[in-house]
């Protein structure tokens, strides 16, 4: 496995990690951006293995989106995690007063470690 690849991987783990103790300690907010970053994170490492990459988060989700979703290689039920988590995420960090239940970030964090798993037996 390339090196970036497994890098990736490793800290969409790492972030996955954090995400269950922010979620433990009631940090709701928290827990749902590093849900967010270990699907995000994963998802670049797939593009490591394209040898592509871009600036921009919307970016890296539109390839994804196009080369992963519409081709039927994952299931679009994987799109919409991701989308979920990138639109709560950007609530939780620029809206004023969002409000995150336990519930919610648990959910996150949920769908993120399925995605995270799914996304490392591709790449093997």
Do not use: P, W
Request: glycine share 2%.
């Amino acid at each position: 496995m390339d090196d970036l690849i497994k890098y990736r991987l490793e800290s969409a783990k790492e972030r996955l990690d954090s995400a269950k103790v922010l979620l433990a300690t009631g940090h709701y907010k928290d827990s749902i951006g590093r849900s967010y970053y270990a699907i995000f994170t994963a998802v670049r490492a797939i593009l490591a293995k394209d040898k592509v990459d871009f600036s921009k988060h919307a970016g890296v989700i539109a390839y994804f989106q196009k080369e992963y979703i519409k081709t039927a290689v994952f299931e679009t039920k994987y799109s919409k995690i991701l989308q979920r988590a990138f639109q709560i995420r950007n609530s939780c960090d620029y809206d004023d007063f969002y409000i995150v239940s336990a519930d919610a970030a648990k959910e996150q964090y949920e769908n993120a470690v399925a995605m995270v798993k799914r996304i490392q037996e591709f790449l093997k």
